[in-house]
C-alpha cells in the first residue's frame, strides 16, 4: 500500500518522518501532537528516545515484528530557542538514543544528490534510489512509489509540495487494489 512517510505538525513547527516499519513514524506523529506537552522540537528531543522505546515494544508485539526488524524516526523543526531549523535522528539500532544530525542536505536510502534546485531534480534522485533498491534482495529493500511530496520547513511555516507520481503509479496502485481484493475475499 501506499503510505506518508512524513508530516508537519504546525504548532511545533517540526516534520516528523520515518524509515523501516510502516505507520510507525505515525504512530509517534499521534502521540507527539496529540498526548504531550511539547514547546517545541528541542523539547521533543528531550521527550522522544524514551518515548519511543516504550512504543517500539509495543508495536513489535501488536504488528509481530521479529526482534532484528529495524526502523529509525527523523524530526526536522524550527528550534524554539534559537529559530535555527534543527535536525535529529532516533534508530532502533541505538536504542532510539538521540542523534543530532549536521545541517545540510541528505537523503535515505543512498543515492547521489546533484547540485542545484533539489525539488526539480527529486524525480531523477528516487529513480535513482528505486534502481539501487532493485538490485537488494526484497528483505533488505526499501519501496518507493506512489507519488512524490516534498517538505520545504522555514521559520515562517512549512510547504508541502506534490512533485508528481512516479511513472508506474497507476499500475502500483491497481496491484494494491487487487491485493486488497484478493487477501480480503
Same mark, same amino acid.
Given at each position: 500500500?501506499?503510505?506518508?512517510?512524513?508530516?508537519?505538525?504546525?504548532?511545533?513547527?517540526?516534520?516528523?518522518?520515518?524509515?523501516?516499519?510502516?505507520?510507525?513514524?505515525?504512530?509517534?506523529?499521534?502521540?507527539?501532537?496529540?498526548?504531550?506537552?511539547?514547546?517545541?522540537?528541542?523539547?521533543?528531543?528531550?521527550?522522544?528516545?524514551?518515548?519511543?522505546?516504550?512504543?517500539?515494544?509495543?508495536? =513489535?508485539? #501488536?504488528? @509481530?515484528? $521479529? +526482534?532484528?526488524?529495524?526502523?529509525?524516526?527523523?524530526?526536522?523543526?524550527?528550534? %524554539?530557542?534559537?529559530?535555527?531549523?534543527?535536525?535529529?535522528?532516533?534508530?532502533?539500532?541505538?536504542?532510539?538514543?538521540?542523534?543530532?544530525?549536521?545541517?545540510?542536505?541528505?537523503? =535515505?536510502? #543512498?543515492? @547521489?544528490? $546533484? +547540485?542545484?534546485?533539489?525539488?526539480?531534480?527529486?524525480?531523477?534522485?528516487?529513480? %535513482?534510489?528505486?534502481?539501487?533498491?532493485?538490485?537488494?534482495?526484497?528483505?533488505?529493500?526499501?519501496?518507493?512509489?506512489?507519488?512524490?511530496?516534498?517538505?520545504?520547513?522555514?521559520?515562517?511555516?512549512?510547504?508541502?509540495?506534490?512533485?508528481?507520481?512516479?511513472?508506474?503509479?497507476?499500475?502500483?496502485?491497481?496491484?494494491?487494489?487487487?491485493?486488497?481484493?484478493?487477501?480480503?475475499?
Amino acid at each position: 500500500m501506499f503510505t506518508s512517510k512524513a508530516s508537519y505538525i504546525p504548532h511545533l513547527k517540526t516534520i516528523i518522518a520515518g524509515t523501516g516499519a510502516g505507520g510507525f513514524a505515525n504512530k509517534w506523529l499521534y502521540d507527539a501532537t496529540n498526548r504531550m506537552v511539547i514547546k517545541g522540537i528541542r523539547n521533543l528531543d528531550y521527550h522522544t528516545p524514551e518515548a519511543l522505546r516504550k512504543l517500539w515494544q509495543e508495536y =513489535k508485539v #501488536e504488528f @509481530s515484528l $521479529p +526482534e532484528d526488524f529495524t526502523t529509525t524516526v527523523y524530526q526536522f523543526g524550527v528550534c %524554539e530557542k534559537s529559530g535555527e531549523i534543527v535536525s535529529f535522528a532516533y534508530r532502533s539500532t541505538n536504542n532510539f538514543e538521540s542523534e543530532q544530525l549536521q545541517y545540510g542536505t541528505a537523503a =535515505k536510502p #543512498e543515492c @547521489s544528490i $546533484p +547540485e542545484g534546485n533539489l525539488i526539480e531534480h527529486l524525480p531523477q534522485i528516487m529513480q %535513482e534510489q528505486r534502481i539501487i533498491q532493485s538490485n537488494k534482495p526484497k528483505s533488505e529493500r526499501v519501496y518507493i512509489g506512489g507519488e512524490i511530496f516534498a517538505y520545504y520547513l522555514t521559520s515562517e511555516g512549512c510547504n508541502c509540495i506534490n512533485v508528481g507520481p512516479f511513472d508506474d503509479f497507476e499500475e502500483q496502485e491497481q496491484q494494491i487494489s487487487d491485493n486488497f481484493i484478493t487477501n480480503n475475499a
